[in-house]
């Protein structure tokens, strides 16, 4: 088997008193009318949030946007891109409904992942029990049985899942750009078969029953004493801080706790647990791999070829003062971009690595000879 490694690359407000000197009448005069000033003030409800709940729509119809025939997120009535300052000076909140558009547009991709790339999603661990938590990956019916090339796609860290590139693209610039679709669309039709890692779903995450945050806030190995202390410091904060997170915080959230998923708790053991399972047991006799950023970190010790954020042409090599693999640009600065620009090209590279295997002549790109390690990064 033969290995081929692309790598992409509150407001807050506060009350405050000013401590007046010491003087005559007249500092004293202003003392006293200051505190009058600020007794007369109902602080609780001055520090409320005119805040609209956390409650936002779950499909992308209820939000009125919609992917129009070019891949881009529009607005189903004004035909503008998404806007991300839906409420002035609410920040948190613009933030949070950013957030459940993400997570409707993870669910979008998986869909297209099924309907128009025709792939077939595989559950992890592949002997899960019906009540452990689960991930899974997405994968060509001929992945595993394909004799000739298998492909291999890992997104970078983050809030990514299977299939993304980077979310930011996907909602303010198009799929084409943000998504894996255009690479496994393009793979299928030179006929390698296609598995699409999902480093980044590692846990689910579930509510905490109350005896939990009770057990969350009480279990201490401080002995007592010590734990007294700390009690009573903490209760005198307490009225104070609560004060505060009614503005900072006004709508508290539920707490919750991760339930890590076997075998698969990061994106490093997903990725040893998708080569030990499926990817070592393919017929392919090549095997190729594109990883975005943090994803090519799974991968490194392979013959294969860098394209990085760059202001130079595509292509166009790049020094390095790491012992890394041969790095060229992506044709682009812009480090989420890096993926899409240097499409055309990756295909190329691993065409020329069969070529050259072929007729027995060495690819162009050299194998590495030093693992970069995790802390040189």
């Known amino acids: 088997m033969y290995i081929y490694l692309s790598i992409l690359n509150l407001l807050t407000v506060w009350v405050m008193m000013a401590q007046l000197q010491q003087g005559g009448p007249d500092e004293k005069e202003k003392t006293t009318a200051l505190k009058d000033l600020l007794s007369r003030i109902d602080l609780d409800e001055l520090m409320k949030k005119d805040e609209p709940p956390l409650e936002f729509p779950d499909t992308l119809e209820g939000f009125e946007y919609i992917f129009n025939e070019k891949g881009q997120l529009r607005h189903i009535k004004t035909g503008e891109p998404f806007v991300f300052n839906y409420r002035e000076d609410l920040h948190r909140w613009n933030q949070k409904r950013y957030e459940a558009l993400g997570e409707i547009i993870t669910k979008y991709v998986y869909e297209l992942l099924q309907k128009e790339c025709h792939l077939k999603k595989v559950t992890l661990p592949v002997d899960a ?3 452990e938590p689960k991930s899974f990956i997405f994968m060509s019916e001929d992945a595993l049985t394909n004799p000739d090339k298998l492909l291999v796609l ?3 860290n983050g809030v990514v899942r299977a299939g993304q590139w980077a979310r930011r693209l996907i909602i303010n610039e198009d799929l084409d750009s943000g998504t894996q679709i255009p690479y496994i669309k ?3 039709e030179e006929g390698y078969g296609v598995i699409v890692l999902n480093p980044n779903e590692n846990y689910i995450e579930v509510e905490k ?3 939990q945050v ?3 806030s009480d279990s201490s190995d401080e002995p007592a004493e010590k734990r007294e202390r700390k009690d009573k410091i903490q209760k005198e904060t307490k009225k104070r801080r609560d004060f505060y997170e009614k503005y900072r915080n006004p709508q508290k959230e539920k707490e919750t706790m991760q339930m890590y998923i076997r075998d698969n708790g990061s994106p490093e053991e997903h990725a ?3 080569w030990d399972h499926f990817i070592s047991q393919s017929a392919a006799e090549n095997v190729f791999f594109v990883a975005h950023s943090y994803g090519g970190l799974a991968f490194v010790e392979l013959n294969c070829c860098n394209w990085v954020s ?3 042409p595509l292509d166009t090599s790049v020094e390095s003062m790491l012992p890394d693999c041969p790095r060229v640009s992506a044709g682009t600065e812009r480090h989420e971009l890096t993926s899409w620009k240097s499409f055309p090209s990756i295909f190329k590279f691993f065409s020329e690595a069969l070529e050259a295997r072929t007729s027995s002549v060495k ?3 050299t194998r590495r000879s030093n693992r970069i390690k995790y802390e040189e990064l």
């Open 272 to 274: 040893i647990y998708v």
């Open 129 to 131: 029990t019906e009540s």
């Open 310 to 312: 760059s202001s130079e």
């Open 363 to 365: 690819p162009t790109p």
């Open 209 to 211: 029953t109350k005896a």
């Open 186 to 188: 393009r793979a299928v």
């Open 214 to 216: 009770q057990l969350s």
């Open 154 to 156: 890992i997104h970078g």
